[in-house]
């Protein structure tokens, strides 16, 4: 039987609440967000119980209401998020700027929208529903459509039971750092009830020009046809796995056991196990050589480091050296969590100065297809506070993702709902997902995660 469909009711446009003079200025994109152009957005979203109080006919419209008003204060402090991309080009010298206009925009985009399903519905299956993609605005979009269309959407789709809360961001402004910082204090504003509130993490709008180098970063292209890249993946399943605390700390202490060590950490160690079992699930020949790689957050990696809360993207993947399919697999996991570990270790400032020198003598936007169909891709964190954001509905039960930046070997790392675990998002095809779920090393490690909505 065919799921329902996802029913648009309304959408408008949200303005910041007050134009700053910032606001009126043009805000330039980095050598970090301009390589981002031909990417998706970022697509993440909590579902919530609904409360009590939902009981009330009125529940529906005053959460609108507030998440609207919160939304055009928070955009005051994340101005560009309400602006547009725009291209100024030039012949003679050659000119080819991407930047936001953060003035002449209708702001960001609400959706409003209802689906007549459950939250069992949407989590008991074993893998993630399509209907999931639909939580979200910008399917399939690329970045560069930021130039038409809205560079943030907030979606709520009102589920018979619950309430999911997504947010479609442009990856060419942000990455997953400020993803999650703009969560965070539209959050942190809604819950203060329209009291006057000091932020706990305003974002720092200063842009990270190297010294020395003018903000205006001119590409070497006349049309975008050049270097949009509208990459489909191949057809994959999708699936939640979780790891419990007790069973990271196995995962931890049994790497670095094997490798005589104590500095093999429990991302690390969950990183090798991903590349082991994916690699064996993917029958590859033993001379194909594999990589780990890792979404890394740069800020603190950089002299003098940016700030926490920086603004824009700051993220480059730490890639492990290329390892041999059956090497790999001879060997066990803290030897591939050691291979990890130095990986880690070495993207320092000088690196990332070596690859920014690089970019600059030839500026390029990247394409999704630069990810090979051989290697594991660890994205997104831990790390960051997902379940803080309640909206007056408590803690979310579960987090999903939508349609976009999906490809086989692309696993996704969520906090969990229980202190100091993880959820990992995995993209395979069905039949090397079949066989990582038949993987005695990764199934002793992983479980179903289970939702208790009462806590």
């Not at 700053?20 to 697509?43: A, C, G, N, R, V």
């Not at 998440?67 to 991309?85: C, D, M, N, W």
């Not at 979606?155 to 999650?180: P, R």
């Not at 500095?263 to 594999?290: C, G, H, M, N, Y």
């Amino acid at each position: 039987m065919e799921s329902p469909n996802v029913k648009f009711i309304s959408e408008c446009f949200i303005q910041p609440h007050l134009a700053s003079e910032e606001s009126k200025q043009p805000f330039y994109l980095t050598p970090s967000d301009l390589p981002m152009l031909s990417f998706h957005y970022i697509q993440k979203g909590l579902l919530f119980t609904k409360p009590p109080q939902a009981r009330n006919p009125c529940f529906v419209h005053t959460l609108l209401a507030k998440l609207k008003h919160s939304l055009s204060l928070a955009l005051v402090h994340f101005y560009p998020l309400a602006g547009r991309l725009v291209t100024k080009k030039e012949q003679d010298p050659h000119l080819y700027l991407v930047y936001v206009d953060c003035s002449n925009s209708p702001g960001a985009k609400f959706i409003h929208a209802s689906l007549e399903m459950s939250i069992s519905d949407i989590l008991s299956p074993t893998d993630v529903p399509l209907v999931v993609q639909s939580f979200f605005d910008h399917d399939r979009a690329v970045n560069h459509d930021g130039h038409s269309t809205s560079l943030l959407t907030a979606q709520v789709t009102e589920l018979v039971d619950g309430v999911f809360i997504g947010l479609s961001m442009n990856h060419s402004l942000v990455d997953g750092t400020s993803y999650w910082n703009f969560f965070n204090t539209w959050s942190e504003i809604f819950q203060a009830q329209n009291n006057n509130i000091t932020l706990s993490n305003p974002p720092v709008m200063d842009r990270w020009i190297p010294e020395g180098l003018d903000p205006i970063i001119s590409l070497p292209y006349t049309e975008p046809s050049e270097f949009i890249d509208r990459f489909e993946p191949p057809k994959l399943r999708e699936r939640m796995f979780h790891f419990s605390s007790e069973s990271l700390a196995k995962l931890k202490a049994k790497a670095n056991s094997e490798c005589n060590t104590s500095k093999i950490s429990t991302f690390q160690a969950l990183s090798a196990l991903l590349w082991r079992t994916i690699t064996r699930a993917r029958v590859l020949p033993p001379d194909q050589e594999t990589r780990c790689k890792l979404a890394a957050n740069n800020r603190a990696r950089l002299d003098p480091p940016l700030a926490p809360n920086y603004f824009g993207n700051s993220v480059y993947p730490i890639t492990s050296e290329p390892i041999k399919a059956g090497e790999l697999l001879d060997h066990g996991l803290g030897w591939a969590a050691l291979k990890v570990h130095r990986a880690v270790v070495k993207l320092n400032h000088q690196a990332l100065k070596g690859f920014l020198d690089h970019w600059l003598k030839s500026p390029a936007v990247f394409s999704p297809r630069f990810f090979d169909p051989f290697s594991v891709m660890m994205g997104s964190s831990p790390r960051f506070d997902m379940y803080r954001n309640e909206f007056g509905m408590g803690k979310a039960v579960a987090l999903r993702s939508g349609y976009a930046n999906k490809f086989s070997g692309k696993v996704s790392a969520f906090q969990g709902r229980e202190a100091g675990s993880i959820d990992l998002e995995l993209c395979l095809p069905p039949e090397t997902m079949g066989a990582l779920e038949s993987d005695d090393e990764f199934m002793e490690a992983a479980s179903v995660a289970s939702y208790d909505q009462s806590t």
